[in-house]
């Protein structure tokens, strides 16, 4: 068996036409699954917090601890250039959107933030 973390990165193409509850159960079940996921375009302020609500309810003491969730605005020059997904997803140009990071609360840390980097520790299950 693989040791490790399993990260899902997800393209906005992926998520474009889902509903708002679709997202969150998508994202959520990922992340229960002890799986680190990446969002191209990351969730409007109302996904988030539905995420963030629905996330509460399934908390549980002994199995189930939270997510940890990074987000920031693209704009940098990268971005411009396709972004962090354009190569992977054969895109020429990357939407104004922003990215998120979103895993396990007991398995995720984030290490530093700034306007053009997220560094996160991840340890395995």
């Known amino acids: 068996m693989i040791q ?3 990260i899902d990165l997800i393209s906005s193409e992926r998520l474009e036409n889902l509903t708002k ?3 969150v ?4 079940d990922e992340v229960m699954e002890g799986n680190v996921i990446v969002l191209e375009k990351g969730l409007t302020p109302d996904e988030q917090s539905m995420l963030i609500e629905t996330t509460m309810r399934e908390i549980t003491p002994d199995g189930f601890a939270g997510i940890e969730m990074e987000t920031y605005s693209a704009g940098s020059s990268e971005h411009h250039k396709g972004g962090l997904f354009g190569g992977l997803f054969g895109k ?3 939407s ?3 990215l998120t990071v979103i895993g396990p609360a007991n398995q995720m840390k984030t290490l530093k933030k700034d306007k053009d980097l997220i560094s996160t520790w991840v340890s395995s299950r």
């Open 21 to 23: 509850l679709e997202k």
């Open 96 to 98: 104004s959107g922003r």
């Open 4 to 6: 490790g973390v399993q």
């Open 25 to 28: 159960r998508l994202i959520l």
């Open 92 to 94: 020429k140009e990357s």
